[in-house]
């Protein structure tokens, strides 16, 4: 899944926010990528697209759609699909033994279709659980997987404008032979002024495979609330 891996933002506001959605309940569908505990409470319905135009002729293409589900829980489906640009194919010279024979052309591509649930317990908790069905194609030839994510969040402040919240993503899944890459995130959120319109959120990430550490963080600000 090499496409997924390249730092695409994944929506306006998670490229916003450096991908720091994990600590935070953002009101949007697309959250159940970071943490399906923020499906919980989810309020009415809403449906969301992206399209990512990036470096190396990359495109990223999303939806993804969510509703309220009674006793203060939220349903949500997802689906991303990135392409890379036309590649050149080559194949090996016996003569010299490099690669330098053009042989037409390929793309590589991967797909993510991801359903998720939450649900708020008590006052101030929300859990989360989403399956996720991945597939990678690499110049025509497909292995495919099934992982699971699961997640909590802890909303705090009076009106619960502020909250932290950890996920773990890729549990059990297995593409062409190897375990998936497992993540932790860890994160804070907090709104502020007017309408909450000032959002600012940070996340660390861990690897646990390779024992990567990364983190991002960014703040938002709503012009015109809808």
């Known amino acids: 899944l090499q496409l997924f891996s390249v730092g695409l933002p ?31 409470g989810f309020q009415g319905q809403a449906v969301q697209f992206t399209h990512v135009q990036w470096l190396g002729d990359v495109t990223y293409d999303g939806v993804a759609y969510a509703k309220a589900i009674a006793p203060k829980g939220g349903l949500g489906v997802r689906a991303i699909y990135a392409q890379s640009g036309e590649m050149t194919r080559t194949s090996e010279d016996p003569g010299t033994g490099t690669f330098a024979q053009e042989s037409g052309s390929f793309r590589n591509s991967d797909l993510a279709v991801s359903v998720g649930i939450g649900q708020v317990l008590g006052r101030t908790w929300r859990v989360g659980g989403a399956v996720t069905y991945l597939r990678d194609s690499v110049a025509g030839d497909d292995v495919a997987s099934v992982a699971a994510d699961a997640g909590l969040h802890l909303a705090l402040g009076r009106d619960g404008a502020h909250g932290v919240g950890v996920s773990v993503q890729n549990l059990g899944g297995r593409l062409g032979g190897a375990a998936l890459p497992l993540l932790v995130r860890a994160g804070a959120g907090a709104r502020f002024l007017r309408d909450r319109a000032l959002q600012v959120a940070a996340e660390g990430r861990y690897a646990v495979d390779g024992g990567r550490i990364s983190a991002g963080g960014g703040v938002e600000y709503w012009i015109v609330k809808a």
């Not at 998670?14 to 569908?29: I, K, W």
């Open 10 to 40: 994944g929506t306006a506001a998670a490229g916003a926010l450096g991908g720091a959605f994990s600590g935070l309940v953002a009101g949007e569908p697309a959250a159940l990528g970071w943490n399906p505990a923020g499906l919980g």
